[in-house]
């Protein structure tokens, strides 16, 4: 495709001199371009599209990277990122050593926060402000925060103390109405109602300036004048709340009206203190398909353009969908099942509860914490809640799943989708720390499926519980085995899937049991026998299984999507050495760094977790062993 416009822009300064006809014409040009683009790649399109003229004008308007633009969750800095001398690199968007689908401090000197969970950018703002005024430099900073992106509780916090402090800052609210799903919540409604009530825009010079000449004579006449004026002001004045919080509010403002965006963004210049421009976008907007289904656009792998159909689909099924399909059967039988979202019912799984159980399915927005904790207030009242969450984003709820649900030994299930490497999402979303901060929490039983049926059952096994539970499960699909032969899920027990010798003993967690039995069937081969054992409990332990296979065999073996520090692995060596095995084992895990994104068969290759590199792993320790034990006794 020919970009006449896009082509010549290799740095923001290049937008500077083109008339308003020809911005209109790079907007069309950089849509059809991301379009193009993230139909290969696959990446965060719908909201992308939504932010063009937005970021046309940011970049118009202002000096970047003097000036400095925070991306919230930065999902939607594609444009940012063309617009500053990455276009050429769009090919390699989030694969292995490629452009990162987030902003990122080291890949250019126009991204000033690395971003990827929500609600982070007040607060960052914030603090460049105030690091800005100490160091008596006069740059501008602005936010960029999306409605979804402002239902997280951070971004409350920022600006209840933004407000206060009075230091200029600019927050642009990118107001879809849209989440990845149809935004929620009180602010929503308030959102939409400036939107929707055109009176607002229309009377608020006028109004402000109303108000301000009433007149204040006597003290009963000042306090009843006083009240008119909030009623009036409440009445009339749109985005209220933020100016009651210390912003001076601008909007609503067509955010696809590159004029209008620039001028709205002059004007926020001149004003001292915290601004708030309210800007009203389509997400997904000049793709037709993205427009009609927001959700499903939101993040796409790659796709045919004309069709907006997916270049590959799976026959089989995801560990997400079968912890919803799960929870919905459950659903049926018992009442006291509800489930908590927080901003993700696609991703987890909880489409089809969500619509048979409407009184039972809650989406709080991007609120982890509170998710935890009004999970735990249900249990609290005898219910039996539910909280599918990414892995990563329970990071957000930690305190609360101590404080709120473990010592008080309530039975809230946590099912930690996506745990373990996720792939082209990158360091900010790898599910790999679970392990290490959740299991040594006292009262909290903690699981690992091996695949969908183990989930189910073990999903099963939780609501029978009477304290909390986690269940970890990884991005991605899952066999669906329709057999009869299961192990009852019994607590503290793991399984042995697998024997052919003593050589060595591999313990797989989850689904890496599979990984685990290739390479020790291409083992086989080289005369090495050994046994798999299934976990199954991260938490607790299967001790005596474990002891018993570890004292029978030569050495011992973990294999572990998660790192290292503090993981699976180690507990396993703890536990020998308590019991005074004095037996080597080696943990295959990831190692103590923030894994970069790519796809995910990519990096498990890249950090010797492929079925091939445990393969040669194991072989070459093995070998090494032999050749050690030789050095040793000459
Ligand atoms: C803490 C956290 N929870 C959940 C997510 C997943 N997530 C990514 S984008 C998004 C929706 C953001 O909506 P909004 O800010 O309005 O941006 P839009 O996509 O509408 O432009 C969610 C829930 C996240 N990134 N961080
Ligand atoms: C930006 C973000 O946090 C989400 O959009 C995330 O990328 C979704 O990941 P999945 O594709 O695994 O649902
Ligand atoms: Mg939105």
Partial sequence: MMYTYLSKINGPEDLKDLKDEEIEILAQEIRDFLIESVSKTGGHLASNLGVVELTLALHMMFDSPKDKIIWDVGHQSYIHKILSGRRDFFNTLRQYKGLSGFPKRNESPHDHFDTGHSSTSISAALGMAFARDLKKETHSIVAVIGDGALTGGMAFEALNHAGQSKKNILVVLNDNEMSISQNVGGLSDYLSRIRTTPIYSKVKGDMENLISHIPAIGKSVVKTAEKAKDCIKYFFVPGVLFEELGFTYIGPIDGHNFGAMCKAL??????????????????????????????????????????????????????????????VEAGEKDNRIVAITAAM?????????????????????????????????????????????????????????IHDVCIQNLPVTLLLDRAGIVGNDGETHHGIFDISFLSCVPNLTFMAPRDGKELKHMINYAIKQNGPVAIRYPRGNTEVIETDDFNEIVTGRGEIVYESGKDALIIALGPMYKKALDACKRLEKRGIYSTVLNPRFIKPMDEFLILQYANKCKRIYTIEDHIKHGGFGSQVVSLLNEHNIMKEVKILAYPDVFIEHGDINTLMEYYNLSSSKLYDEIEKDLKSKKFNRIAMTR
């Fill in 266 to 327: 002059k004007q926020s210049k001149n004003i001292s203190g915290p601004v708030l421009l309210h800007v009203l976008t389509k997400k997904g907007k000049g793709y037709k398909h993205a427009e009609a289904f927001p959700d499903e656009y939101h993040g796409v792998s790659p796709f045919k353009v004309d069709s907006g159909k997916p270049l590959s689909t799976s026959s089989s099924v995801g560990f997400s969908d079968i912890a919803g399909q799960t929870l």
């Fill in 345 to 401: 019912p696609l991703g987890t799984g909880l489409a089809t509860f969500a619509e048979r159980f409407p009184d039972r399915f809650f989406d709080v927005g991007i609120a982890e914490q509170h998710a935890v904790t009004l999970a735990a207030g249900f249990a609290s009242e005898g219910y039996k809640p539910f909280f599918p969450v990414y892995s990563t984003f329970l990071q957000r709820g930690y305190d609360q799943v």
